[in-house]
Nanobody
Framework: QVQLVESGGGLVQAGGSLTLSCTVSGNILSANDMAWFRQVHGKERELVARITKSGTPLYIDFVKCRFTVSRDNAKNVVRLQMNSLKPEDTGLYFC??????????WGRGTLVTFSS
């Protein structure tokens, strides 16, 4: 059974760092480009970063040079290293496959929030 479990979120201050992890079960990781998405309350999920099967990372402009996406197929994990965090990075972060046609049930996500 395919399952996505996100972890690593938390409460941070501006300029801080977090590393999010997505544990992927169900033997789908090596066959798929993976992606991280963010959802802000009341809005749809939006793409944050993508990593291809071969390990090439791609980012939206807002997170370039601050976020790093990586994958470890042997450990069934996809990670998102987030540096220089900004309040605008707040949200519930999810991982899933990149292609809509291969999308699996969403996990619960992991929450990134800012302290004032």
């Amino acid at each position: 059974q395919v399952q996505l479990v996100e972890s690593g979120g938390g409460l941070v201050q501006a300029g801080g760092s977090l590393t999010l992890s997505c544990t992927v079960s169900g033997n789908i990781l090596s066959a798929n480009d993976m992606a991280w998405f963010r959802q802000v309350h009341g809005k749809e999920r939006e793409l944050v970063a993508r990593i291809t099967k071969s390990g090439t990372p791609l980012y939206i402009d807002f997170v370039k040079c601050r976020f790093t996406v990586s994958r470890d197929n042997a450990k069934n994990v996809v990670r998102l290293q987030m540096n220089s965090l900004k309040p605008e990075d707040t949200g519930l972060y999810f991982c899933n496959t990149w292609l809509l046609s291969t999308r699996v049930p969403w996990g619960r996500g992991t929450l990134v929030t800012f302290s004032s």
